[in-house]
């Protein structure tokens, strides 16, 4: 092969001459506003490339597995009352004469948390369907939420006793929540 005379032509330190246009090793003429065949904008795609699958939703296991994250949520607010009332004998949500079930906050606690599972299952349909990477900004949306209700009775002007209560019994159901629908989340998307 003989050089050409090109003011773009170089000479490769491995004593062939290469200039601008000249066929590149790979089998492909290159030359000056040449479309590449590949589909990525940086070079050649390298052996054995293949683009990352696209995630599909399979919303009725998603739907089914948050409605299911609902009941464990309202069980487990029931279960901590018993726990931090019951046992522990701390009043929390109800004063001392209501009992170990205390009166209808112990309702309204358990539908909280189901209908907080179920706003939380709205919300990583969202972030499945609209965000990349869903279960990173899930589990910070998750772990803040918890943290704020965590720290809420801690504004309050409750004994110490009732606040670390209270926040107990909403750090267990803000992590059954999280826990529960991250898998849940794991199980509901395929990728193709």
């Known amino acids: 092969m003989e050089p050409q005379n090109s003011p773009y032509s170089q000479q490769q330190s491995y004593g062939q001459q290469q200039s601008y246009g000249q066929q590149q090793s790979y089998g492909q003429q290159q030359s000056y506003g040449q479309q590449h065949s590949y589909d990525q904008s940086y070079g050649p795609p390298e ?17 089914a597995g948050g409605l ?10 029931v279960v901590a009352l018993l726990l931090v ?4 004998d701390v009043p929390v ?6 009992g170990l079930m205390g009166n209808a906050t ?17 919300l990583l349909n969202l ?8 279960e990173r900004f ?3 949306i998750i772990g803040l939420a918890t943290a704020v209700m965590v720290l809420l009775p801690f ?17 267990v159901i803000g992590i059954a929540i999280g826990s529960l629908l991250s898998s849940v989340a794991r199980g509901a998307v395929r990728r193709y």
């Not at 972030?127 to 869903?134: F, G, K, Q, S, Y």
């Not at 504004?155 to 750090?171: C, M, S």
Request: proline content about 9%; cysteine-free.
């Open 106 to 122: 112990t309702g309204a606690l358990a539908g909280g948390a189901a209908v907080a599972a179920l706003a939380a299952t709205a």
């Open 155 to 171: 504004t309050t002007d409750l004994t110490w006793q009732a606040k670390l209560g209270t926040a107990g019994v909403y750090l």
């Open 68 to 77: 299911m994250t609902a009941v464990i949520a309202a069980l487990t607010a």
């Open 93 to 98: 949500f109800a004063p001392e004469g209501d």
């Open 47 to 63: 052996p054995g490339y293949a683009p990352e699958p696209r995630p599909r939703l399979d919303a009725g296991k998603l739907w």
């Open 127 to 134: 972030l499945i369907v609209a965000t990349p990477r869903p």
């Open 85 to 88: 009332r019951g046992v522990l």
């Open 138 to 140: 899930f589990a910070w």
